[in-house]
């Protein structure tokens, strides 16, 4: 009787090669969790650049159609424009509450608090709106005179000749991260017409 040694034919994985493969697995998956969370995180903060981005450029826009529509009042009414580095006031054509055309007061102020600036427009004394904030330790406006002069209060106490309205107005933000120069002109006519009583 010839007994030939049967050959085991099972075939299967032994317990090594699956722990290599789940080894494999688990470091595969590691990595792609790893990569997916750095995706996550960079379109976080490019999300949140771009709505950065988008609010700076709405205060911007509206910083500079207010002060591009400020006008002449003439000398017998009130709110004739004033200006110091904190604060300056008078009318203008496109404020943000009232329609596109109407001469309507405001008033714009700037206000530090710790290292905080804010920009504030207010048209009445209850109704006041936020319309910036930034990290900074220094903000101020400026006026340019007809002889080309930035002067800190309007109208200018001594030198250029006496006008209602300055040429521009400049606001400068001092911030660390992202300092801030916005001019804006003021276009038209700097004095009322003359009236009768000027001619008096």
């Given at each position: 009787m010839n007994f030939r040694t049967k050959k085991n034919t099972h075939k299967g994985?032994?317990?090594?090669?699956?722990?290599?493969?789940?080894?494999?697995?688990?470091?595969?998956?590691?990595?792609l969790m790893d990569?997916?969370?750095?995706?996550?995180?960079?379109?976080?903060?490019?999300?949140?650049?771009l709505k950065k981005q988008r609010i700076r450029q709405l205060q911007e826009h509206w910083y500079r159609n207010l002060v591009n529509g400020i006008i002449v009042n003439n000398r017998n009414e009130p709110a004739l424009f004033e200006g110091t580095e904190s604060k300056l006031q008078g009318q203008?054509?496109?404020?943000?509450?009232?329609?596109?055309?109407?001469?309507?007061?405001?008033?714009?102020?700037?206000?530090?608090?710790e290292n905080t600036i804010a920009l504030k427009y207010r048209i009445t004394?209850?109704?006041?709106?936020?319309?910036?904030?930034?990290?900074?330790?220094?903000a101020s406006f400026s006026y340019l005179d007809n002889e080309g002069n930035w002067v800190s209060t309007w109208p200018p106490k001594m030198g250029a000749?006496?006008?209602?309205?300055?040429?521009?107005?400049?606001?400068?933000?001092?911030?660390?991260?992202?300092?801030?120069?916005?001019?804006?002109?003021?276009?038209?006519?700097?004095?009322?017409?003359?009236?009768?009583?000027?001619?008096?």
């Amino acid at each position: 009787m010839n007994f030939r040694t049967k050959k085991n034919t099972h075939k299967g994985f032994t317990l090594m090669e699956v722990l290599v493969v789940l080894v494999l697995i688990s470091l595969i998956s590691g990595l792609l969790m790893d990569g997916f969370g750095y995706v996550l995180r960079l379109r976080f903060n490019v999300t949140q650049q771009l709505k950065k981005q988008r609010i700076r450029q709405l205060q911007e826009h509206w910083y500079r159609n207010l002060v591009n529509g400020i006008i002449v009042n003439n000398r017998n009414e009130p709110a004739l424009f004033e200006g110091t580095e904190s604060k300056l006031q008078g009318q203008s054509i496109s404020t943000l509450t009232a329609p596109t055309g109407v001469p309507q007061s405001f008033t714009l102020s700037l206000s530090a608090q710790e290292n905080t600036i804010a920009l504030k427009y207010r048209i009445t004394e209850k109704e006041e709106w936020l319309l910036g904030q930034w990290t900074a330790q220094k903000a101020s406006f400026s006026y340019l005179d007809n002889e080309g002069n930035w002067v800190s209060t309007w109208p200018p106490k001594m030198g250029a000749v006496l006008q209602q309205l300055p040429e521009a107005i400049q606001l400068q933000i001092d911030s660390v991260q992202n300092p801030i120069t916005w001019i804006v002109s003021i276009p038209g006519r700097k004095n009322p017409k003359p009236g009768i009583e000027d001619f008096l």
